[in-house]
């Protein structure tokens, strides 16, 4: 079975400084997928990142950065330079390659990330 | 359009009333589903459509029942519900391209239901 674990609850930085949100993942697939979700108060889960199980580059998003390493089971998220609009629930979840037509996600408990001005 | 949007926002009902929850999107994805996140928890899946057709039921209780009536639209249909089922409702949308657990999901802001 799958498992997402994100074993940071609760973050709080200061603006500017740096965060690194961890996500570790268990699965026996080979072809799996991984996705970075925020959630901020409002409610709504933003698309961030989806890498493939097969691509173990690391992406650069402005700000934002991810690091895979299929070695540790690994996909961490990094935010250069925070913002308090940085401030929501991250999730990081894992989609498995399966016969099915559908997109079936399991998320980690999600880590809350304060950014204080 | 690139959104997926969600109506009410907010709901609350009694134990005795028969509500519906309402998700449109306008991208063209063919699977859409339903998740159900309680305060401080991850989403939680509950139904898929794909091709407007039931394809996963994640074993909800009856009195959640879910419609679509066409490629755009998802209802959930609310009866007889018990307080423990007050939670934020998320409907999400994504494409169908053949990968398998590729897709990504684009979600909507929420219903916030609370039960009474």
């Known amino acids: 079975a799958q498992k997402v674990t994100q074993a940071q609850t609760e973050i709080s930085v200061v603006e500017k400084e740096d965060v690194t949100l961890d996500c570790v993942y268990e699965t026996r697939d080979t072809t799996y997928y991984l996705f970075w979700y925020k959630q901020p108060p409002s409610g709504e889960l933003v698309f961030l990142i989806r890498r493939n199980s097969f691509d173990e580059q690391n992406e650069i998003s402005g700000r934002y950065s991810w690091n895979f390493q299929k070695s540790t089971s690994s996909f961490n998220f990094t935010i250069t330079a925070s913002q308090v609009v940085d401030s929501a629930v991250y999730f990081c979840?894992?989609?498995?390659?399966?016969?099915?037509?559908?997109?079936?996600?399991?998320f980690g408990k999600g880590i809350t990330l304060s950014v204080r001005p | 359009d690139t959104e997926v949007t969600q109506t009410p926002k907010h709901l609350v009902m009694g134990m005795t009333n028969k509500k519906s929850l309402k998700c449109e999107q306008h991208?063209?994805?063919?699977?859409m589903y339903w998740y159900k996140q309680k305060a401080k928890k991850p989403p939680e899946l509950m139904f898929v459509y794909s091709y407007e057709k039931l394809s996963i039921n994640e074993s909800v209780p009856s009195r959640f029942s879910p419609e679509c009536p066409n490629s755009s639209l998802l209802n959930l249909h609310l009866h007889a519900l018990q307080p423990e089922d007050s939670a934020l409702y998320l409907c999400?949308?994504?494409?169908?391209?053949?990968?398998?657990?590729?897709?990504?999901?684009?979600f909507g802001p929420g219903t916030r239901l609370t039960v009474l």
């Open positions: 979840a894992l989609s498995e390659h399966y016969t099915g037509a559908n997109s079936k996600l399991t």
């Open positions: 991208m063209g994805h063919r699977a």
């Open positions: 999400a949308s994504s494409h169908l391209t053949g990968l398998a657990g590729a897709d990504e999901q684009f």
